[in-house]
């Protein structure tokens, strides 16, 4: 990867290390794809790309971590947050720790492309939204054709 590609793109270290570490995008267009060994790859992300990449580790007692987060890749100017295996960082959109949370987010994912939409293109206030709700135990509103139309609008307006 040359020095200017990866210094406009966003890498994803993916690990899979089956039933210890597995680390995967649930959605997202990576504009690279770089295996590097038989577990593990680089995905990588122009500016404005919205992607959900999930993190799960196990030990010989059972689940020791599960994570979702929900990203938006930036430009070099914009400010952003650190995220494991995510350089330089991005932009927070959702973070969920736990698999009951993660698996929440799965099925309002689930939801969204039901109605055909790519999730990617989802108003990233949403996935702030659900953020939101989920760390105060309160219930989401769904994400609707009718938002997704109006956001569109709102998009092509600005």
Not at 48 to 54: E, K, L, P, S, Y
Not at 89 to 104: D, F, H, M, T, Y
Request: aromatic content about 8%; glycine content about 4%; overall charge positive.
């Amino acid at each position: 990867m040359s020095a200017a590609h990866s210094a406009v793109t966003t890498t994803v270290e993916l690990t899979w290390i089956e039933k210890r570490i597995e680390h995967w995008i649930r959605f997202g267009h990576p504009v690279e794809d770089r295996i590097l060994d038989r577990r593990r790859r680089l995905l990588s992300f122009a500016p404005g790309n919205v992607f959900a990449f999930i993190r799960w580790t196990a030990n010989d007692f059972g689940t020791v971590m599960s994570c979702i987060d929900i990203v938006r890749a930036v430009e070099a100017h914009e400010a952003r947050q650190t995220v494991p295996f995510v350089r330089p960082g991005a932009e927070s959109l959702l973070r969920q720790n736990g698999w009951p949370k993660v698996r929440q987010v799965l099925e309002a994912i689930d939801g969204v492309e039901a109605q055909k939409i790519d999730p990617c293109m989802v108003c990233p206030d949403h996935w702030r939204h659900l953020h939101q709700r989920m760390t105060a135990g309160q219930v989401h509103r769904p994400y609707t054709r009718e938002r997704h139309e109006a956001w569109l609008r709102r998009r092509a307006l600005s």
